[in-house]
DNA sequence: TCTGGGGTCCTAGGACCC
DNA sequence: TCTGGGGTCCTAGGACCC
């Protein structure tokens, strides 16, 4: 058995805990640069506010009915997402953290009253949290993804249900869109209601041979999950990433090179950051920039350059070297940018770096020694104290005109009681 | 005026081998 | 005129997730 928990529109549920007056009203969150609404409170979701919505496009709806909006704070809610998940922690032998804010749990080996169970894991969240967090507990991920969302939907299931028996499945699946179903998309649904399979209950009713020649291996492992057997592994070890991005889109466009430099080397420096996090190494670095798709009084274009270094590296100084030099042979003027980013790949274990023959081992050495400091500097007296020249004053620049206080990350932020 | 960011897996098809 | 059979590796692009 496996349990998906859920947490509940969840960057406003992080706002909402230190806000609890905005319980009860519309609230949405926007992303970077306040550009899309990108979590929403029930009451938002009930005035037409879609997922993805662009802020100025929803305006009137949130001026006319007083939507509290408020601007990402993701050190708040990953902060509130390590709290989530040391709750969970604690009612399965492991647990696969599969997003921000949802999370597997292997219940193998765990014998209770699954439907109590799911229940209590909601309301022991709640209590530690303050965080609503909907739990579903079925014998495949993608039924239990399926029970967390009928938890939310209906709040008489107290957060937590247990859906296993036959007749159950099939009175939830024939009620519920397939285009809901985790693991088929966009392309997918669109094939599907051209032949008239519009729920869950009709997709698995397909003949496996079918589903797999439409919808290849892994809309068959969907069929089959569905069908009650458990075929998407759990994976509670964490993977270093095989590629690490960093990209933003800028607030005001950007039209010189030294601006975008700029920017391209602090992108390079937080993607260094991930690498070294894992403690991987990279052999490529690929810069990209574009300019604003939704223009058509401006020139359109984009941009990338792939640098390949003569050895995989995890220092600071060669990869914002390469990020730079990468940037410089993509760069073409005339053009206003309006979102750039830095890719890394080829990425391998810092443990298995081969000595190059041709590489000077000193120097090599001294780097690590000073990439070293600056990770050390970083913990100790926070990001961006010590910084290279040309990442200007090491910061990505962005609009985010109505963040809250870094309440559980900042003590300067900490609330204050009366 | 204003439109997010970061990943993985799978398949088809090309290039190459004998 | 007629153009084999079997395999590996790599990459681009599609599809999906949050």
Redesign the pocket.
């Known amino acids: 058995m496996y349990a998906l928990a859920d947490c509940n529109n969840f960057f406003v549920s992080c706002e909402r805990v230190f806000r609890p007056d905005l319980n009860g009203k519309p609230v949405i969150v926007l ?3 306040d ?2 609404a ?1 979590s929403r409170s029930n009451e938002a979701k009930a005035l037409g506010i879609k997922m ?1 919505d ?3 496009k929803i305006r009137p709806i949130v001026e006319r009915n007083g939507v509290a909006v408020f601007s990402s704070n993701f050190p708040l809610y990953g902060d509130m997402s390590r709290r989530v998940q040391e709750v969970l922690a604690e009612f399965a032998p492991a647990v696969e953290v ?2 921000i ?2 999370a597997f749990l292997d219940l193998s080996g765990v014998e209770v009253d699954f439907d109590a169970y799911a229940k209590k894991i909601s309301a022991e969240c709640w209590r530690r949290t303050s965080i609503p967090v909907s739990v579903g507990i079925a014998p495949s991920k993608t039924l239990a ?1 399926i029970a967390s969302k009928l938890c939310k939907k209906y709040p008489a299931l107290h957060g937590g249900c247990y859906m296993y028996k036959k007749a159950d499945v099939e009175k939830v699946l024939r009620g519920f869109p397939v285009e809901d ?9 669109k094939k599907l209601v051209s032949m008239g399979i519009r729920t869950a209950w009709d997709y698995t009713q397909l003949s496996p041979l079918q589903v797999q020649k439409m919808f ?3 809309g068959y492992r969907t069929w089959r999950e569905l069908h009650g057997d458990t075929c998407i592994g759990f994976e509670d070890v964490i ?1 270093p ?9 800028f607030a005001h466009e950007i039209s010189a090179l030294a601006d975008l430099s700029q920017q391209v080397a602090n992108f390079a420096y937080s993607a260094a950051e ?1 690498l070294r996090r894992q403690k991987s190494v990279c052999q490529e670095i690929a810069v990209f920039a574009f300019t ?1 798709r ?2 058509d009084d401006a020139p359109q274009t984009f941009g990338s350059h792939l640098t390949v270094l003569p050895q995989p590296s995890d220092d600071y100084r060669a990869i914002i070297g390469a990020a730079l030099n990468a940037c410089q042979s993509m760069w073409r003027g005339g053009y206003a940018y ?2 750039a ?1 830095v890719w890394l790949s080829r990425i391998g274990q810092a443990s298995d770096q081969v000595a190059s023959l041709f590489e000077d081992q000193d120097a090599l050495e001294r780097s690590e020694r000073l990439s070293r400091a600056l990770d050390d500097i970083s913990s100790a007296y926070g990001r961006g104290t010590v910084r290279f020249g040309n990442q200007g004053d090491g910061r990505i620049r962005s609009w985010s005109e109505r963040q809250s206080p870094h309440y559980t990350t900042l003590w300067s932020d900490i609330p204050k009681v009366r």
């Open positions: 992303s970077n640069n550009g899309c990108v993805g662009p802020f100025f599969y997003s804010d949802e993804k179903v985790w693991g088929i998309g966009r392309r997918s649904v290849h291996l892994p993977e990433k095989q590629s690490i991005c960093v990209s933003r889109s991930k604003n939704f223009r309006k979102k980013g």
